[in-house]
C-alpha cells in the first residue's frame, strides 16, 4: 500500500521483513499469504523472488528516510493484523522493529492507529465481497 514511498533496496528489505511476520505466530493464513502477494505485486517482484527468501533477516538501516520508516512501520502493523489478531510474537517484532527505525512516541502511536484503521479495511472490503 506505501511501498510507492520505499526505494527498491528498502521495498526488498520490508518483503524479507513480511515474511518474518506472516511466519512468526507459526500458523500462516490464507489472509496473511494473500496480502502479502499484493506487496510483492507492488512492488513490482514475483512472489519468489529469491533475494526475498525465507529465513532472510531484514536490515532496517537502509530505511533512512523518515518517509521510508513511517511506511515499513504502518505495513508491518498492518501485516501483524490482517490475519485478525495481533500475536504476541508478531506484536514484539513489529515493536522492535518500531523501536530500531527510531520513530517518536507520538508518530508510534499514530502509525499504531493508522495501520489498525487499515487492517480493518481490508478485513471489511474482504466481508462485503464474500
Known sequence: MFLHLMNDAQKLEFLKLARQMIGADEVVLDSE????????????????????????????????????????AVEALVLAWVDGEFDNTEKNIANDLIARLDINDTDREEVHQAAEKIA???????????
Open 120 to 130: 480493518g479495511a481490508i478485513a471489511l472490503v474482504k466481508k462485503l465481497t464474500a
Open 33 to 72: 499469504k494473500a496480502y502479502l502477494y499484493r506487496l510483492f505485486r507492488e512492488a513490482g517482484l514475483p512472489a519468489n523472488e529469491r533475494r526475498v527468501a525465507d529465513g532472510a533477516i531484514a536490515d532496517p538501516a537502509v530505511f533512512d528516510t523518515r518517509r521510508a520508516r513511517v511506511a515499513v
